[in-house]
């Protein structure tokens, strides 16, 4: 999960990791309970701590992690009206760094390509590198054709989500068929649907690309049963 990302992401940044698993999420709930949230989420960020001067070198290992964690409270998010009607994206080209599986605070061109969506008046954009859809601003994509289910193979290319872990999993344990392999733009306009995941989206529809209906351009059967079933299940494990 979560947990498990933090510290590959550390791991392949040189960072120490400054709380086990259990520390973790005993630090969560606190947080939670503290701050009174029922609906939202955990944003957390750990930086490698202050060396006392500025340098382009890591600083040595006696140095310890700075860790800043808050609550965002989202009353309803579950109940998005969005989810009803679908997101319309448009696409952009991916110019990010190579290594999109580490998660960092590096989100400058995701936040130039949200605001690209924002002016455009759509819901967000899709990341095209080599003439493939990589992942959306902050989230996975996904198209669907038939029963099956297409997303982008894990690799150094995109972020390893753990909502699209999540949903991979529900879906093969629904009998659903996922394929796992690059799609194009035109490829994703002429499929029966497509979809997003993440922490914050769960599982939202795309009902337009670019201009182009998707489908019918409506919600589809497939997304609408996958963020059923995610919400159901991530419903049972809660902090």
Not at 19 to 48: K, P
Request: hydrophobic letters at 40%.
């Amino acid at each position: 999960g979560h947990c498990t990302r933090l510290a590959r992401s550390l791991s392949e940044l040189e960072m120490q990791n400054p709380h086990s698993d259990e520390d973790w999420l005993a630090i969560f709930r606190e947080i939670v309970a503290r701050n009174g949230v029922e609906d939202g989420m955990v944003y957390l960020q750990v930086t490698r701590g202050n060396p006392g001067d500025r340098d382009f070198a890591y600083p040595s290992d006696d140095v310890k992690p700075t860790v800043v964690l808050f609550t965002q409270s989202k009353p309803g998010l579950a109940d998005s009206p969005a989810a009803k009607t679908g997101w319309k994206v448009i696409s952009i080209p991916d110019v990010r760094w190579g290594r999109r599986d580490i998660k960092t605070v590096q989100l400058l061109y995701p936040s130039m390509a949200k605001m690209a969506a924002k002016k455009a008046g759509v819901d967000d954009a899709w990341l095209v590198e080599d003439g493939f859809v990589t992942e959306g601003t902050s989230n996975n994509a996904y198209i669907v054709k038939g029963n099956k289910i297409i997303t982008r193979a894990l690799s150094h290319d995109i972020l390893h989500g753990i909502t699209r872990a999540a949903v991979l999993r529900f879906a093969s344990e629904a009998q659903m068929e996922v394929e796992e392999r690059n799609f194009t733009i035109a490829e994703a306009q002429a499929a029966d649907e497509a979809f997003i995941t993440s922490a914050s989206a769960f599982v939202m529809p795309v009902v337009e690309i670019d201009g182009a209906a998707v489908g019918t351009g409506t919600v589809g059967r497939v997304a609408t049963r996958m963020r059923e079933i995610y919400l159901d299940e991530t419903r049972k494990a809660a902090v």
